[in-house]
């Protein structure tokens, strides 16, 4: 991979996490359940970024992990046995921790006295679960559809992914485009959702398609070159889509969203702002995994405090909660960064050390 690629990559980690976020902003409070002549600017403003935009940032992460994973490919067993280890370090292990930490504090939220009332009826209430229904509850299985850090679905996703690329690589190399399409063909048309494992089309489409783009060696000059055409397209895709409500058509965006998204992010490497974000990368997965229930909390007490009625003041609090979680994990993780090094980095997955190296995706991968 060279420079530019990674610095792009690693630039692009940050935003991302912020846009997740966001999705994770739109709740029952927010929410906008149909459009008409009543629906105010506001609710489509936060419907556009939450529901409509921020969706890219999940597809490119999926697309940024299979072409990390595979971009320095050797056909040998040594490699995947080193991905292996790898990805134990950087997925597993913190899934695993996580998760249990989140049992943890649900298990004390839901029955404290002082704060049972506010973290009820969302969650799995921690303290009824029997036996089997904690690996259900730990994974997302059975009658539970995410893990109880329910971002952490995408690290899930990632895990049977990294267990499964030895076939993945298989398809990719003998039938590439008939792989491909098949996948994306089920995401998009939403043919039928078995879950192999909980992992939806969704994600093995993705990832498969960065996947594709390391093994065939890609140097994105393709969508670079119709880089302001892409993101032409992709604006008037969602715009369409604010009107229709059509699922392929917003699945055809999503896919349209995450090429101009990367391709556009040409344009961020050669202006300062680069420098800025690269710097911000260190915090992204630290982010993603104490953000919720971070967010929560934020969002929870200033409605308590606030109480807010107006379309604008609930504007206001959706573009503000995040931004003061998003403080609070930073403000966290630089404690934990001078006084509990060690267990930072054991929560981050083994990424402190390549942070205070300062090195790039590639070498992350």
């Given at each position: 991979?060279?420079?530019?690629i ?21 709740t029952?409070e ?8 009543n ?29 990390l ?16 280890r ?15 930490i ?20 969302e ?23 995410y ?10 996703d ?36 078995p879950?192999?494992l ?44 604010l ?35 690269i710097k ?14 971070m967010?929560s ?8 405090i606030?109480m807010?009625e107006?379309d ?7 573009i ?43 070498n992350?991968?």
């Open positions: 991979m060279n420079q530019n990674s610095e792009r990559i690693e630039l692009l980690r940050f935003p991302l996490i912020v846009s997740i976020i966001y999705i994770h902003m739109y029952s927010f929410m906008v359940t149909s459009f008409d002549a629906t105010t600017l506001l609710e489509w403003f936060r419907y556009l970024i939450s529901h409509v935009m921020a969706f890219v940032s999940v597809s490119l992460f999926f697309a940024i992990s299979g072409y994973f595979f971009i320095n490919f050797k056909s040998s067993f040594s490699f995947f046995l080193k991905k292996y790898s990805r134990f370090r950087t997925l597993v292990v913190p899934y695993t921790l996580w998760n249990i989140v049992i943890f504090f649900y298990l004390v939220a839901q029955t404290s006295p002082l704060t049972a009332q506010y973290f009820n009826g969650h799995p209430y921690v303290i009824n679960l029997r036996g089997w229904q904690y690996l259900e509850v730990f994974w997302g299985y059975g009658e539970f559809e893990p109880i850090a329910f971002q952490f679905w995408f690290i899930r990632l895990i049977v992914l990294v267990v499964l690329s030895p076939l993945l690589y298989l398809f990719l190399k003998k039938i590439p485009f008939v792989f491909l399409s098949f996948w994306g063909i089920l995401w998009i048309f939403g043919l039928f959702e879950n192999i909980h992992t939806n089309f969704f994600s093995i489409f993705f990832f498969s398609f960065g996947a594709y783009l390391a093994l065939y060696k890609h140097n994105f000059d393709l969508s670079d070159t119709y880089a302001k055409e892409m993101i032409f397209l992709y604006l008037v895709l969602i715009w369409i889509n009107y229709f409500q059509f699922k392929i058509l917003e699945n055809v965006a999503v896919l349209v969203g995450t090429i101009a998204a990367f391709s556009g992010s040409k344009y961020i490497v050669h202006f300062k702002i680069k420098d800025v974000l911000l990368s260190k915090y992204s997965f630290f982010l993603f995994a104490i953000h919720e229930p967010l909390i934020v969002r929870k007490l200033s409605y308590k606030l807010p107006s604008i003041s609930i504007f206001m609090l959706y503000l909660c995040p931004i003061v979680t998003i403080i609070l994990c930073i403000y966290i993780y630089k404690v934990l960064e001078k006084w509990l090094p060690n267990i930072l980095n054991i929560l981050i997955g083994n990424r402190l050390s390549n942070n205070n190296k300062n090195n790039y995706a590639g992350r991968s």
